[in-house]
């Protein structure tokens, strides 16, 4: 299953940093992050739960980037 998600993120190198950090979290397949878009496309793995994943996901981008948000 794939969703695209808003986000807000400053700068184009953290942008790609997220979209790095997200495909290394459970239940994440794959992840595409836009910047100029602001979205974020995750494809999750088989019988994941897409909204404990994104949780996970914000987690780990924050690490990144602080104050980046990811509506889900």
Known sequence: MKKTYKIEVDCANCANLMEETTKKVEGVANAVVNFMA???????????????????????????????????
Do not use: H, Q, S, Y
Not at 42 to 48: I, K, Y
Not at 51 to 63: D, E, G
């Open 38 to 72: 602001l979205k974020m496309t995750v494809e999750f793995a088989e019988g994941a739960d897409d909204k404990a994943v994104m949780k996970n996901v914000l987690k780990a981008c924050r690490k990144v980037e602080p104050d980046c948000e990811i509506e889900f």
